[in-house]
């Protein structure tokens, strides 16, 4: 698994949010669906009790650069 980078953006989400790194971290290893965003940013998404997460995330290679990170209900 790829280093996984946080932006300063995608923490303050993540924290107004109440999703945890290990949630995000699931869904970029076993995402329930993915799919191709704005500017070509890859999202992710995976099912939790309370609804689903879609993680946009930049792939690097060696690093996934964690853009944003928000519920859908």
Do not use: C, F, S
């Not at 669906?33 to 009790?49: E, P």
């Amino acid at each position: 698994m790829p280093i996984i980078i946080y932006t300063t953006h995608a923490r303050e989400r993540m924290a107004l949010r109440g999703i945890t790194e290990e949630m995000v971290a699931e869904t970029l290893v076993d995402p329930d669906q993915t799919g191709t965003g704005y500017q070509a940013r890859h999202l992710a998404y995976r099912r939790y009790r309370n609804g689903r997460i879609k993680v946009v995330y930049v792939d690097k290679g060696h690093e996934i650069i964690v853009v944003t990170v928000l519920w859908e209900r």
